[in-house]
């Protein structure tokens, strides 16, 4: 990417497929110059193709679960020798199952990806933003921020604090020229589930949003100012504000459904019985 350029730069994290390409690319439509950012080889193939569409992509390939990872990131943004306008915070993953028999190493790899590198990002480009009076942050929380999450009982509790972790950061930054947004998808369709684990339940077989569709929410919501977004399906926000009145317990016992182990083949049967 040439470092003179009149168009604004947005970095974007988790950009190699799913909503977090989907977010890189309402970017490019909008007119931002990009630096994307991925663990996996991928994120190479979304530069090609977000070159393809007209955009002035970079792209780095590092893990940002690792202090590592996020200090090359950073250190790559420095490189550009340009203010960065616009960042979504997006990259993330999902280990779902028995919080008894789940891997406790892939755990606390999310935890360090989910949370940590969040924070450590965020901390770097926030710095810079506020001393030039002007940025736009997102953050990618989900709709399993506003309940306990059984059987994602580590994911769930990543995500609340991400949305914590956002709408205090956006208190403190007010009247400063600098915005956080929590963008809040609920299921959409991405590898996420079958990543995390999640393919046999009742959550991963049901219908789900486009990643593209929420994306375009997020992005217009961070481009708004607004302080958060349901994203994707009025089931989402139906979702979110039975969970503003329902108490934990309840809440609790929804969630179990939707993600316990074998409840998608039930899930499934059921619907075979009904047709």
């Keep these: 990417m040439a470092t003179v350029s009149s168009k604004p730069l947005a970095v974007v994290t988790g950009a190699s497929s799913g909503i977090g390409f989907e977010l890189a690319r309402q970017f490019v439509k909008h007119g931002y110059d990009l630096l994307i950012v991925a663990e996996d080889t991928g994120i190479h193939d979304a530069a090609t193709k977000l070159h393809a569409e007209g955009g002035n992509v970079h792209s780095i390939r590092c893990d940002l679960a690792t202090h590592d990872g996020v200090e090359a990131l950073c250190a790559e943004m420095k490189a550009m020798g340009r203010p960065v306008d616009a960042v979504a915070i997006n990259a993330g993953v999902g280990v779902g199952g028995e919080f008894v028999k789940t891997d406790l190493a892939a755990e606390l790899k999310m935890v360090h990806l989910n949370v940590v590198g969040v924070v450590h990002l965020a901390k770097r480009v926030a710095v810079d933003m506020v001393a030039r009076r002007q940025g736009k942050i997102l953050i990618t929380s989900s709709i399993a921020a506003t309940m306990p999450g059984p059987y994602e009982a580590v994911y769930a509790a990543t995500k609340a604090f991400d949305l914590s972790f956002a709408e ?88 179990a459904k939707m993600a316990q182990p074998g409840s998608g083949k039930k899930a499934q049967e059921k619907q075979t019985k009904s047709q």
Aim: glycine residues 10%; charged residues 30%.
């Design 168 to 255: 205090a950061l956006r208190n403190e930054l007010k009247g400063c020229g600098v915005t956080v947004t929590a963008l809040m998808p609920g299921p959409t369709e991405t590898n996420f589930f079958h990543r995390a684990g999640l393919d046999d339940t009742k959550v991963g077989v049901g219908k789900k949003d486009s990643a593209a569709d929420v994306a375009r929410d997020g992005f217009e919501a961070l481009m708004a100012g607004k302080d958060k977004v349901v994203a994707g399906s009025i089931k989402n926000r139906i979702v979110t504000l039975a969970n503003d009145v329902l108490p934990d317990p309840i809440k609790a016992e929804r969630h």
